[in-house]
């Protein structure tokens, strides 16, 4: 069952969004809405009352936060049962389809899948070799220390990217890299109401970890370099805020690199401000060169990595290199949260990477998914299509006559999964006319192709019925 909702906002005084939740609070309680109801979509909403889409999409979110909806994706927003529901109201990462088969189901381009490259074969010989070393010591906690000849290596794997001097006291390891920013944000938020400012398109990974530290996440604008200095600090006089989230090397959707110049903006707002700084390195590509902002700010940057994409993102191995001198602080943080990675990660990622087989499956793999990049490019010439080498994602801006939300539809319908830029966007922030896409490293080159055929035959007939 939907409805025809059209509160009158009128007499509301304040932001239209806390107009819209008042509206919401008062004829969910007042019975208008009833449970399992179905609300307009935010377009056609917003519409209908004159005021933009995100104003809309804020109000809902605050809504699905207070347990008065709840949100389906792919099916819409409705108004929750009478029970509230607890903890997280929506899912970090979608899981694929139940049909899904690498060889059948749809083309999943909503997060990169890697090739086998070798990894299987490597991982059962190495957890071979381990649990052939297995001693009393497995039947102890994990203790502070005792990953230490992990982050040994560790300090190795790191040694490609300039992010200033790095011993393994400096380093945490975590399950992946969303607990690496959630065990930062552990040790850098404080107060009652802490304010996290992030790109207004970001990875959403980041309003879900200050979701659950009960954190205010404040959008700032992006150009063709990602985060503005300038937008920073109008920010945090604004909002204040004690951490700043960026991705300078590959911004996550929009694939744009900060200059050296932008980065050096980023560090002396942040310092102007007293900011600690999250930067996100979860998406290896071939690196810039570049410095990466842990080495320009060594006293404040929380560099922020993992082995999901290189390697094999069911390892769950992720690595937070801490500010000089803090490291025994994020260990501390961690062993609260989970004591510590269990032994038999840390032995297999320390043989997969002091053998050097990480670094020969890294490789192995950044070739297919940069042949597979170069496939997109060419099928997708002519449209306004944002990359880097070698990056695992591309952004595209859709031509005149398509939305995002109903090409991400039809594609779905045709087998193509990918995600829109509604997904990346904080708060009631504007999201643009934009897909995010994944490559799909997981099925064959020819069902990757198809896919990509399919998507340019889309893009080169819009629908010929959306209003304007």
């Known amino acids: 069952m939907d409805t025809n909702w059209r509160p009158d906002l009128a007499a509301q005084d304040g932001p239209k969004y806390l107009a819209l939740v008042r509206a919401l609070r008062a004829d969910v309680r007042a019975g208008v809405l009833a449970a399992g109801v179905q609300l307009p979509p935010v377009r056609e909403l917003a519409w209908a009352l004159g005021i933009t889409p995100g104003t809309v999409a804020r109000a809902y979110q605050i809504g699905t936060q207070e347990g008065l909806l709840s949100a389906a994706v792919g099916r819409g927003t409705f108004v929750a049962s009478a029970s509230p529901r607890l903890g997280p109201r929506e899912p970090l990462h979608l899981d694929h389809f139940p049909e899904f088969d690498r060889e059948n189901g749809p ?3 909503r997060s990169p899948q890697l090739p086998d490259v070798g990894q299987t074969e490597a991982l059962a010989r190495v957890m071979m070799e381990a649990a052939g070393q297995i001693g009393h010591d497995y039947l102890e906690y994990p203790g502070l220390r005792r990953d230490s000849a992990c982050r040994r290596a560790v300090v190795d794997w790191l040694s490609c990217c300039r992010i200033g001097p790095l011993c393994e006291d400096d380093l945490v390891l975590t399950h992946g890299g969303q607990n690496g920013i959630n065990i930062v944000l552990s040790c850098c938020l404080r107060g009652e109401r802490p304010v996290v400012l992030a790109e207004a398109l970001a990875y959403p990974g980041f309003r879900h970890a200050a979701r659950l530290q009960r954190a205010e996440v404040v959008p700032v604008a992006l150009d063709d370099e990602g985060m503005r200095a300038d937008a920073l600090d109008a920010a ?6 004690q951490v700043v989230c960026v991705t300078p090397e590959a911004q996550n959707p929009t694939t744009a690199r900060m200059s050296l110049a932008r980065r050096e903006e980023i560090v002396a707002v942040a310092r102007a401000h007293d900011l600690q700084i999250l930067e996100d390195d979860c998406y290896t590509m071939p690196t810039s060169g570049i410095p990466y902002i842990r080495e320009l700010a060594p006293e ?15 390892l769950r191995f992720g690595i937070v290199a801490c500010p000089q001198g803090l490291g025994e602080v994020g260990r501390l943080a961690a062993q609260h949260s989970y004591f510590g ?3 038999p990660i840390t032995d297999i990622v320390t043989r997969l990477l002091v053998s050097g087989e990480a670094a020969r499956l890294r490789a192995a793999a950044q070739a297919v998914m940069t042949k597979r990049q170069e496939l997109a490019v060419k099928a997708l010439a002519g449209y306004n299509l944002s990359f880097q080498p070698g990056l695992t994602f591309l952004w595209l801006h859709l031509p005149i006559g398509w939305r995002a939300s109903t090409f991400t539809r039809m594609a779905e319908a045709e087998g193509v999964l990918l995600r829109s830029a509604d997904e990346y966007a904080l708060g009631d922030g504007h999201a643009p006319n934009a897909v995010r896409i994944a490559i799909a490293g997981g099925v064959s080159e020819e069902r990757f192709s198809r896919a990509l055929t399919t998507l340019a035959r ?3 007939s819009p629908p010929g019925d959306l209003p304007v």
């Open 107 to 109: 083309v999943d381009m």
């Open 236 to 241: 945090c006089r604004r909002h204040g805020g």
């Open 300 to 314: 404040r940057t929380w560099h922020v990595s993992s082995l999901s994409k290189p390697i094999s993102a069911g």
């Open 341 to 343: 990675l269990p032994r």
């Open 458 to 460: 889309l893009l080169a």
